[in-house]
């Protein structure tokens, strides 16, 4: 069965973001409309469903680099701030918008706290890992099918071609015939024409 490091990540986060919409407890929170998803950003996401790609993101990363906490996850969502004329510097991204959407993973039982050594924060539970996996299956079977599609219309393509070439060098080998024939039958002509003889000649002076 494939896991979510067999498919494309970027499809991944689109297709889980598409099915977190369908989970009650996983829902933009009307003090989100307007707000920055970090302090580097300079205006609110543009994307209305920017929410539920940012959860499916979260997800993702609890899945990979779990146990991690809100504070390495501000890292992971941070950027560099454009200054204008002074050079750009890095700021962490939106504690606040991390913590909700993790609050709002755990309360839907896809992620959960669990403490491994002195590493502390939210790990994927097993309703999570099957969340993903489920979906990564279903993105390796779709990429599985595409790739035999396009295989089979390459050799379709291949095939067509192999027979224009075939149909237009047949185009070509018959004037070619053609043009020797005539050729033959100049020469042929030239032969059967009588040439006179010098006797013949003084006789016609």
Do not use: C
């Not at 067999?6 to 409309?33: H, N, T, W």
């Not at 993101?57 to 002074?86: A, Q």
């Not at 913590?99 to 993973?105: M, T, V």
């Not at 790739?147 to 075939?166: C, G, I, P, Y």
């Amino acid at each position: 069965m494939a896991s979510i490091y067999d498919v494309d990540q970027g499809e991944l986060v689109e297709q889980a973001a598409k099915e977190l919409k369908k989970v009650e407890d996983i829902k933009l929170p009307k003090s989100m409309f307007f707000a920055k998803t970090g302090m580097h950003k300079q205006r609110p996401p543009v994307d209305k469903e920017w929410w539920y790609a940012r959860a499916a993101s979260i997800l993702r990363l609890t899945y990979k680099l779990g146990p991690i906490g809100v504070s390495k996850l501000r890292v992971k969502y941070g950027g560099k701030k454009n200054r204008g004329v002074r050079p750009g510097k890095f700021y962490k991204g939106s504690g606040n918008i991390l913590r909700k959407i993790l609050q709002q993973l755990e309360k839907a039982g896809l992620v959960k706290q669990e403490k491994d050594g002195q590493h502390r924060g939210r790990i994927t539970t097993q309703k999570g890992k099957s969340f993903l996996d489920k979906i990564a299956a279903q993105l390796s079977k779709r990429a599985k099918i595409e790739k035999k599609e396009e295989k089979k219309e390459k050799s379709q393509e291949q095939v067509k071609k192999t027979k224009e070439k075939s149909e237009k060098a047949e185009k070509e080998k018959i004037p070619a015939e053609q043009s020797t024939k005539e050729t033959n039958d100049s020469v042929k002509t030239k032969k059967e024409e009588k040439v006179p003889t010098a006797h013949e000649l003084a006789k016609n002076k």
